[in-house]
Nanobody, 128 residues
């Protein structure tokens, strides 16, 4: 079992920044991929950024086209925490943001059904 707790959401104006955190606890030893998803009202949940560890020395980061160059995902293994730095925020970034984790490395990182554990979400609202 893995527990995930997100924090850092809030309301900002367009062009502003936020940093989301996802703290993992429990059996995190086999967590190969962690990702951030978001869901806006009336829309499907979509993958925003992911970070996957292939082996001890190889880590890959992935981004949706819509956030590439504006968002940065990072991981602090000592704290079992994943961060999502969001810069140059746009009103279309408004959504509930969720952290997710899965044990396996293989598989498309944006496929939400491959993730076993989810956080409760943190709201991000960007005003124009």
């Amino acid at each position: 079992q893995v527990q995930l707790v997100e924090s850092g959401g809030g309301s900002v104006q367009a062009g502003g920044s936020l940093r989301l955190s996802c703290a993992a606890s429990g059996d995190t030893s086999s967590s190969a991929c962690m990702a951030w998803f978001r869901q806006a009202p009336g829309k499907e949940r979509e993958g925003v950024a992911g970070i996957c560890r292939q082996n001890r020395n190889t880590v890959y980061s992935y981004y949706a086209d819509s956030v590439e160059g504006r968002f940065t995902i990072s991981q602090d293994n000592a704290k079992n925490t994943v961060y999502l730095q969001m810069d140059s925020l746009k009103p279309e970034d408004t959504a509930m943001y969720y952290c997710a984790v899965r044990a396996q490395y293989w598989g498309y990182w944006r496929d939400s059904f491959t993730y076993s554990y989810w956080g409760q979400g943190t709201q991000v609202t960007v005003s124009s």
